[in-house]
């Protein structure tokens, strides 16, 4: 596998387990989403000057291990398909002091889009650019 596009990692937090004392899978959600507004935030600090936001339009998330309390989970993105107005990415939730430890891993689709007119529209060029560089 590729060198990551972008690396976060985040700590468990207790509110984040189930009855079980796993981390809720809808959490799993949660730490994909963080990890991806950080690296956006990175690039576009306002989003608002690109006429656009990105939206998630897709997810597949195959579940491979519970993650238990306490843990520090490293969340890694790369590129797996770059198009017109949409980005691909990969991810993988892994346990950030043993990465062999993979908790999830799956991929997201998020769509460039105008807010207003509810439609797709390009990716900002300093995305683009960052994920082409990135695909190489």
Known sequence: MSSPLS???????WRDLDANHHVNNAMYLSYLEEARV???NQIISDWKVTGGVPVLAAVQLNFRRPIGYPARVRVRQFVRRLGRSSLTLG???SDSNDESC????????????DPIAG??????????????????
């Open 38 to 40: 950080v690296w956006l």
């Open 7 to 13: 690396q976060l990692d985040i700590d468990v937090r």
């Open 91 to 93: 991810s993988t939730l």
């Open 102 to 113: 993979v908790f999830a891993d799956g991929e997201v689709v998020l769509v460039w889009a």
């Open 119 to 136: 439609t797709s529209m390009p990716l900002p060029e300093a995305l683009r650019k960052i994920c082409e560089h990135a695909a190489d």
